[in-house]
């Protein structure tokens, strides 16, 4: 069992359908980059994953609970962090943590808090409000938030976006030691070097549907047919063009 297993997922709206029979796994200490073109279902993947969107069929397990039918459970071992920074307008960036700490029964949370506003630059604006607060900053003070409860499965949707030159590297960083201490990681992007460099294996999607699947090396190494040369980005556009062809 792995932490994060996904079978047969697709999502409907309507006579639209956004994602179509999806089925991969992340195991310990895997970051899984999920890519595709605009439009091609990565956002809706990612929400039914943590629980937002229910799926029209299929499965998804976290930590082996089903995102359905034990929900709680299952979002008490993720946590999902969309393009978009969601605050509390009346909360400082400390009472955010400790809201956050309090929500999730997190012991001895304020110990926990110290470091994280350490980690992401966020000791000088502990009383700061989102208003007072950059772009940047709201995406740092979101993930801290979501590192809080040390989450085993955790979903990132664009996580360098509003972020100078040091936030990037530090977020890099973070999501990899993440990784590395047995976290199970799912990071959408559009930077497909971000992808190369931070994840193990890739989930390309386009329609909604599955298109290539596997170990980026492998995925790299079969589309160039041997070449050794080739990055994600050429194989990426390769991929997503000869499935357009092909239509």
């Known amino acids: ?42 956002t809706t ?36 962090f969309p393009d978009e920074p969601r605050l509390f307008d009346y909360l400082s960036v400390e009472e955010h943590l400790q809201f956050i700490g309090r929500l ?17 630059d966020l000791q000088d604006k502990r009383k700061a409000m989102p208003a007072e607060l950059s772009r940047g900053m ?19 949707d664009e996580p ?11 977020m890099k960083e973070s999501i990899s030691n993440r990784a590395k201490a047995g976290a199970s990681i799912i990071l959408s992007s559009h930077l497909l070097h971000l ?7 890739v989930l390309v999607i386009q329609n909604g549907a599955s298109v290539a699947y596997g170990p980026i090396e492998e995925l790299k190494w079969r589309i160039a047919q041997g070449r050794g040369d080739v990055s ?5 556009l390769r991929i997503t063009n000869d499935e357009v062809a092909a239509k």
């Open 45 to 80: 993947t990612l929400r039914a994953i943590a629980g937002i969107h229910p799926p029209s069929s299929g499965q998804i397990r976290i930590s082996g609970f089903d995102v359905r039918e034990d929900g709680v459970e299952a979002k008490r071992r993720l946590a999902f």
């Open 160 to 170: 360098l976006t509003g972020l100078d030159p040091l936030g990037i590297r530090r």
């Open 104 to 120: 999730y029964g997190t012991r001895d949370f304020r110990a926990g808090m110290e470091p994280l506003l350490a980690e992401f």
């Open 195 to 201: 992808v190369e460099e931070l994840c193990d294996s």
């Open 138 to 156: 709201k995406q740092k003070l979101m993930i801290a938030c979501g590192f809080l409860h040390q989450p085993s499965v955790m979903i990132f």
């Open 1 to 42: 069992m792995h932490p994060i297993e996904v079978v047969s997922l697709s999502k409907s709206y309507g006579d639209f359908a956004a994602v179509r029979e999806l089925s991969f796994s992340v195991k310990e200490g895997e970051i899984l980059g999920l890519v595709g073109p605009n439009g091609a279902g990565k």
């Open 232 to 236: 994600l980005e050429e194989a990426f």
